[in-house]
């Protein structure tokens, strides 16, 4: 008789369509509901990320960017090397443009600001 151990991963393998997980692992991350303060602006930073390599990349840094306060969402593009960065408020872009490098660069990554 195969070892137990053989036997759950060729049922895994047999249930789990490899579609079902290679859509798990590329979902988007949904948007958390803004914290605003009532009648302030939103702002979109666009920012340029080097160092990817995969959509792990894309995911890792999707994740760790949309769990900082004040961040609504955040797009990621892989070809391009770029990210996208919805914030709920204009007044505090300078201060969470720097927490997002601090999380993006704690990845290992390297984040390029555009010159206004």
């Known amino acids: 008789m195969p070892p137990l151990r053989s036997i759950v991963l060729i049922a895994l393998v047999a249930v789990v369509p490899v ?27 666009h920012c340029i990320v080097r160092g990817m390599h995969c959509e792990g990349c894309v995911a890792a840094i999707t994740s760790k ?3 900082i306060e004040g961040v609504s969402a955040c797009t990621v593009t892989l070809a391009a090397e770029t ?10 872009a300078v201060e969470l443009q720097s ?8 990845l290992g990554y ?3 600001w555009p010159a206004k």
């Open 110 to 112: 390297t984040i390029e």
């Open 19 to 45: 579609g079902a997980v290679a859509y798990l692992a590329t979902r988007p991350v949904p948007a958390r509901p803004s914290a605003a303060v009532p009648g302030a602006l939103p702002v979109e930073l």
């Open 83 to 92: 990210a996208d960065i919805d914030i709920a408020d204009r007044t505090r």
């Open 99 to 106: 927490q997002i490098t601090d999380a993006v660069t704690g």
């Open 65 to 67: 960017v949309t769990k």
